[in-house]
């Protein structure tokens, strides 16, 4: 199991915002940030890298963060996914910039359903080893449901073995968000671990309520070592009260394992 580092920009700034918060209605008044600073997405960038943690993810958290993304993956190439509105055109510019891999939700899940034409055209313009699915999802009526467009929209997608095995030969791992504790840090989601360990044939990530290492315990136990975790608003880089130093060397004690 290895932790996986975040970036989440919003007007191109780092926050950390409540899952299911974040919505189109910019009158609106229903966004809930945990956490937010003037330290740039690079820098960020340039501290996972010191520490050579690979594979986290940068989220543009809606249109007008490109160019805060673009930064920050090039300040540790190859050391990050880029995620956010992707699409086959404008893969290529953040694949160029030195994200290891593009992460898709919308583009693939629309109008409620998986276009596998789109997943078909994808892959002329990204390998597979370089394109990552994002399976956000919320609990609806004893299901786990595909969200998109911020999670604000269930799909009529439900996590299962037959499509995890299907969605796995177009991809190089599924990035899943537990939407309905994401930013909340009250504890993960067992049972969707549990689903992930158990029906995914290829790696997966999983994000969400992670409080303490004791919570990175339990996705270590009950993801079976393959389940991969980020931490956001609990760390104290983000306002919370978790030390990144203790994630690293919790991380790194397990690469040596």
Known sequence: MRFRPCIDI????????????????RAGGSLVTNFETDLSPAHFASMYKKE????????????????????????WPGGMHAGGGITPKNAKRFLDAGASHVIVTSYVFCDGLIRWE??????????????????????????????????????????SRQLLTRLSTYCDEFLVHAADVEGLKRGVDR???????????????????????????????????????????????FGGTLPFADVVMWHKKRQTK
């Open 118 to 159: 789109r997943l078909d055209e994808l892959l002329t313009v990204v390998l597979k080893e370089r394109l990552v699915l994002d399976l956000s999802c919320r609990m609806s009526d004893g299901d786990y449901v595909v969200v998109t467009d911020r999670w604000q929209k269930l799909t009529k997608e439900k996590l």
């Open 10 to 25: 919003h007007g191109g700034r780092v926050k950390q915002i409540v899952g299911g918060t974040l919505s189109d209605n």
């Open 191 to 237: 049972t969707l671990i549990r689903l992930l360990a158990d029906a995914s044939p290829i790696p997966a990530v999983y994000a969400g309520g992670v409080r303490d290492l004791g919570d990175m315990d339990i996705i270590d136990r009950l993801g079976g070592g393959r389940i991969d975790a980020t931490v956001g608003s609990s760390l104290d880089i």
């Open 52 to 75: 050579n943690l690979r594979g986290g993810h940068v989220i543009m958290l809606g249109p007008g963060n490109e160019e805060a993304a673009v930064r920050a993956l090039s300040a």
